[in-house]
């Protein structure tokens, strides 16, 4: 079974330009989570989708959107990119059907550089 | 206000002898807590869970104790190898209100010496 796909490993992107992160999550996966993780930080929750609604979100401000589209793919949006927007971006996720918890399965993450 | 808390970000152990890492948390809905390793360049690994009707749970060389009075869990790999030497992160969930959603500490930067 492939594991979770993050695409692309590394981006370098300049102030105010806006990003996109794309997420595959385990087939039969349908919750997909988003997570920031800066130096020195744990991972911060942005938000989670299932069966393409978002349904629990983390304190980032408007700038930061996702979505996820009827195939459990998922896409993370940054506008008007901020330096210290630099961080490893983790997708991960998990079979979570609301009812329980489950472990997540996370991707190697997209290292983003604002400069 | 961080709600999951690892106040020991590193911890530097023997081969062959006991790492205990330690993670406190302050929100009692949490009902679910899982461990994660993290190598450098990859992402986060599940390692193993503890359910808030357990007090232990053990996998292998893992153990993870919880004690709900004080709000307090435990990691414990015995005995512990060069190969554990990673970042272990300490998360929270809580099942009825975001099952979804887990709270991560810092995380606690293992070495394990040869």
């Known amino acids: 079974k492939a594991g979770v796909t993050q695409t692309p490993r590394y981006l370098i992107k300049t102030r105010g330009q806006q990003v996109t992160l794309s997420c595959s999550p385990i087939s039969g996966h349908r919750s997909v989570s988003w997570y920031q993780q800066t130096p020195g930080q744990g991972l911060q929750f942005l938000f989670e989708?299932?069966?393409?609604?978002?349904?629990n979100k983390g304190n980032f401000p408007g700038r930061f959107s996702g979505r996820q589209f009827s195939n459990s793919r998922s896409e993370m949006n940054v506008s008007t990119l901020e330096l210290g927007d630099s961080a490893l971006y983790l997708c991960a996720s998990s079979y979570n059907t609301g009812t329980g918890n489950t472990e997540a399965f996370f991707g190697q993450g997209t290292r983003l550089t604002v400069v | 206000d961080q709600q999951v808390k690892q106040n020991s970000p590193s911890l530097s152990v023997q081969e062959g002898r006991i790492s205990i890492l330690n993670c406190d948390y302050t929100?009692?809905?949490?009902?679910?807590f899982l461990w994660y390793k993290k190598y450098p360049a990859e992402g986060p690994t599940f390692l193993i869970s503890i359910s808030s009707i357990k007090d232990k749970n053990e996998d292998g060389r893992f153990t993870v104790f919880l004690n709900k009075s004080a709000k307090h869990l435990s990691l414990h790999i015995v005995p512990s190898q060069p190969g554990d030497s990673a970042v272990y992160f300490c998360?929270?969930?809580?099942?009825?209100?975001?099952?979804?959603?887990?709270?991560f500490g810092d995380g606690t930067t293992l070495t394990v010496k040869p």
């Open positions: 989708y299932f069966s393409e609604t978002q349904r």
């Open positions: 929100n009692s809905m949490f009902d679910y």
């Open positions: 998360a929270a969930s809580a099942r009825d209100t975001n099952a979804g959603k887990s709270t």
